[in-house]
């Protein structure tokens, strides 16, 4: 139990309340079809809702609450693979006896969020899981935000204060930052941000180059002393994601970011990392961590998987009283959800090299691997990831065949989407619940869906 009223009855009835939901959402254990006599019920819904929200969905996808493990039910009556969750979110996968837990609990509370001025217990617990997790580096403060996108302003509010007038910032070619004003400057695809007057002013360099790494490095490098030479003590910091999200899980090596990094320290930047959609995902619970980055991160950036979002940064770069404030820290659920994912993730064997994360990792690389080589050879092509964050291309990886390939994968019974431009992906960001039954349905569907489309 966390805060709220408690009693024996309480207690017993949640403990009940607890076991019938998960026994009643174990049902959704196996992808089906949609049921005949709600076969018309997403279009239906989806319509209207187009109406509302002004434009149409990518999936007819409307979830109806049930569904455990990678499994999701529809309102339709069908059963899909969750491949995505939602983008990031879903680490767990469906009705995760923590996320049940956490709602429960909540219930018993007062009221729904908790923020700046309504302190609660939940955002002390999840502060100090979180603070606790990342011990060995500089980062001493966590801030709540309402999004990725909020807690990136945040950081970026933060470095500018303290580098006051130098407010340049150095970002990487292939960005995805957020949808915020700030954010959209530094994510790179300029499709997202048409019609937009430039708020940051943003200089972006070439993230690592898989298929030139031996000179991966210089590229970076001399893409960086080339903007800094353009701007001369313009710049307050470095912002990057290690592993690039949105560009299809494009990654460097420690090598790679030990020496970006220590060309920053040694031009007076700050080192400013996005994990919003790779916090609890690779093999470690920060990519930080995996590359052994610890000891340069200035400002890391959460969200996602945490089921809340939030800054981390240095006592260096504390801002002054006034700089951040808001009314949010988060939903008291989602807290609560987001101490107990983190603690289950660092308790449990998910990181390391023989931790969960590496092994679906491991599943899921080899066996793309050797369907390129093999059955589905000039069909498969590129495959790559890190620990549940896996993408690999289909055919010439255009954006065209790759949006034909997830829509059928889809229609086939799982839920995946797209990462990258020129080459475009299919991203999957996987539930660290799938069992090897599952990754072998997976695979034949996987299969299937490439003969159906190419
Ligand atoms: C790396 C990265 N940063 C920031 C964001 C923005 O997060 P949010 O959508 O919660 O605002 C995302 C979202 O996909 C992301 O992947």
């Not at 701007?231 to 470095?238: E, L, V």
């Not at 080192?271 to 619970?285: C, K, M, N, P």
């Not at 390391?352 to 059955?375: A, C, H, I, P, W």
Request: net charge negative.
């Amino acid at each position: 139990m966390t805060t709220g009223v408690s009693n024996q009855e309480i207690h017993d009835l949640s403990n009940k309340l607890f076991s019938s939901i998960l026994l009643e959402q174990q049902k959704y254990m196996a992808i089906k079809g949609p049921d005949e006599d709600k076969k018309h019920l997403s279009d239906s819904i989806l319509q209207e809702y187009e109406q509302l929200k002004g434009r149409g969905f990518f999936f007819n996808y409307v979830s109806s609450g049930k569904g455990h493990g990678p499994f999701t039910e529809l309102i339709d009556g069908s059963i899909k693979y969750d491949l995505i969750g939602a983008i990031g979110p879903n680490l767990l996968g469906h009705s995760h006896p923590l996320y049940i837990k956490a709602h429960l609990e909540a219930a018993a509370s007062d009221v729904m969020m908790c923020g700046n001025l309504l302190t609660h217990k939940e955002a002390y617990n999840l502060s100090k899981e979180i603070i606790d997790s990342v011990k060995g580096s500089k980062l001493k403060h966590f801030w709540f935000s309402g999004s990725g996108s909020f807690a990136n302003d945040t950081a970026l509010k933060m470095l500018w204060q303290k580098k006051d007038p130098s407010h340049r910032l150095i970002a990487f070619e292939k960005a995805f930052a957020g949808r915020s004003i700030a954010t959209q400057d530094i994510t790179y695809n300029p499709d997202y941000r048409v019609g937009q007057p430039q708020t940051i002013e943003v200089d972006h360099v070439p993230h690592y180059d898989h298929s030139d790494p031996e000179n991966a490095i210089k590229k970076t490098i001399d893409a960086l002393d080339a903007v800094v030479k353009a701007n001369k003590g313009q710049h307050c910091a470095i912002m990057l994601e290690l592993i690039q999200g949105e560009a299809g899980f494009v990654y460097g090596t420690k090598e790679y970011y030990e020496t970006v990094f220590k060309w920053a320290k040694e031009h007076d930047l700050y080192i400013w990392v996005d994990e919003v959609q790779s916090f609890g995902r690779t093999t470690e619970l920060f990519a930080f961590q995996m590359f052994g980055l610890d000891e340069y991160v200035d400002v890391v950036t959460i969200g996602k998987a945490l089921q809340a979002c939030g800054t981390l940064f240095s006592e260096e770069l504390n801002p002054k009283p006034g700089l951040v404030a808001g009314t949010f820290n988060g939903s008291l659920a989602s807290l609560n959800a987001g101490q107990k994912v983190v603690h289950y993730l660092r308790e449990g064997n998910f990181y390391g090299s023989d931790g969960r994360m590496k092994y679906l990792e491991d599943q899921f690389l080899n066996r793309l691997s050797v369907l390129s080589k093999g059955t589905c050879k000039g069909k498969i092509g590129y495959s790559g990831g890190v620990g549940t964050m896996i993408s690999f291309e289909i055919g010439d990886s255009s954006k065209e065949i790759t949006i034909k390939f997830v829509k059928k994968l889809y229609e086939n019974g799982i839920l995946s989407f797209m990462a990258g431009k020129e080459p475009t992906r299919v991203r999957f960001l996987l539930p660290t619940c799938l069992t090897d039954e599952h990754i072998e349905e997976i695979f034949k569907i996987l299969i299937k869906t490439v003969e159906d489309v190419l």
